[in-house]
């Protein structure tokens, strides 16, 4: 038997190792994850609620169609329904996108570094992916729109970009929208845009009634705090919103996603909770590593990019063994660290762990 060409090459998803599993090899009693960008805050009680109420209905499959969520989401949005398609987190979204629209021989063009899952997919449709390195940890939109060739089918771009939490601005993403040809696909990956607080931030939902070849991505694992529940979503003009829907598994999201979701659209004080407290962490982070002389990008999302001077393997190994786990090994950053922003005090743990490490290797007097 033979899996299809276009597999052969790709790793298997190394999941990080739980919590438990650190505690109990390093001997600690805590242990505090900032790897994954997850909300440090929890969910709302809403959507706890929500979820109590669906228990009597796990017998039963999931409304296909999301249409009750569906409905509210486009209120909340300004779109018709017609207009939204859901899925197993973004993720999935993702993955929906590159099976509906590439083939093998198509070119697809994303940054590098940015979120990881757009390669992966595009690769397993076969297609030919253009990375274009970043720019001071941001898209350099010029540079892409210069590798778009007549067999460019989608551009991914990540605003906030996972890792390096940066953002593309509404003058420069409009103009660079403007000068892609109408039939390539722009992915606006928005996973983080409940948290950017920057005046000049685009909010992708508003270029849709101008350019039916947008499709803006969102989710509910980040400052919804429902990672677990796997529900993201895609935004789009309806015909491209149609094609998604044509490959998507007729059941892709839960009853407990749905459910929660549609509460958690309503609980806005604690989004906005999340949301300043986020801005606090960022704030405070920032602080710290200009106290210790350290690098970083500009944060939009819940997570920074910080340089540590230091091999980042090494980083990520002294800040594990003292029960921190982070983010380390971008190829084009070797000494940088991603760290989710927490909560006040699994921030403070994180900034005295890591003056620890960098004390030990000497790089701070
Ligand atoms: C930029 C970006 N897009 C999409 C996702 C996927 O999120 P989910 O599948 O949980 O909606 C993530 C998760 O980390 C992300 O960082």
């Known amino acids: 038997m033979q899996p299809k060409q276009s597999i052969v090459h790709l790793p298997v998803y ?53 249409v009750d969520l569906t409905n509210d989401l486009a209120a909340y949005l300004g779109v018709t329904p017609k207009q939204i398609i859901f899925g197993a987190g973004s993720d999935e979204v993702i993955l929906m996108l590159a099976r509906a629209y590439l083939t093998p021989g198509d070119e697809t063009i994303m940054a ?30 010029t540079a892409m729109l210069a590798k778009v060739t007549d067999r460019t089918k989608i551009i991914w771009v990540c605003n906030p970009n996972n890792p390096t939490g940066t953002i593309v601005r509404k003058a420069e993403l409009e103009a660079f929208i ?5 039939n390539v696909l722009v992915v606006l990956d928005e996973a983080y845009f409940e948290y950017v607080l920057d005046a000049e931030y685009p909010d992708g ?42 490959v ?36 405070y982070m920032n602080e710290e590593f200009d106290r210790l002389g350290l690098n970083y990008f500009e944060a939009h999302g819940n997570f920074i990019m910080v340089d540590a ?41 994180f900034i005295r762990a890591l003056e620890e490490v960098l004390q030990e290797a000497a790089v701070l007097g």
Do not use: M
């Not at 739980?18 to 909300?39: Q, T, Y």
């Not at 403007?178 to 109408?182: A, E, L, N, Y």
């Not at 839960?254 to 960022?282: M, V």
């Open 14 to 66: 190394q999941p990080g190792k739980p919590i438990e599993e650190v505690k109990r090899e390093l001997g600690l009693k805590e242990v505090i994850k900032l790897a994954s960008n997850e909300n440090p805050f929890g969910s709302s009680e809403h959507a706890k609620a929500a979820i109590q109420n669906e228990l009597n209905n796990i017998s039963l499959y999931p409304d296909g169609g999301s």
């Open 112 to 141: 590098d570094e940015t979120f990881p899952q757009y390669k992966h997919n595009c690769e397993i449709e076969g297609a030919t992916i253009i990375e274009v390195p970043l720019n001071d940890g941001t898209h350099d939109l």
């Open 178 to 182: 403007r000068q892609v040809p109408s």
């Open 205 to 246: 939902i508003t270029l849709l009634p101008e350019f039916k070849n947008v499709i803006v991505l969102r989710t509910f694992s980040k400052v919804y705090g429902l990672a677990s529940l796997r529900i993201g979503y895609g935004v789009g003009h309806e015909d491209v919103i149609r094609s998604i829907n044509q």
């Open 248 to 283: 998507r598994e007729p059941f892709n999201t839960s009853r407990f996603g749905q459910a929660a979701a549609k509460a958690s659209l309503a609980d806005t004080q604690f989004l906005d909770n999340c949301r300043a407290r986020n801005a606090e962490g960022i704030a």
């Open 309 to 349: 001077k230091l091999p980042s393997q090494q980083v990520f190994d002294g800040l594990l063994r003292k029960g921190i786990i982070s983010r380390a090994r971008w190829s084009y950053y070797p000494t940088h660290i991603r760290i989710t922003v927490g909560s006040r005090e699994q921030n403070e743990a």
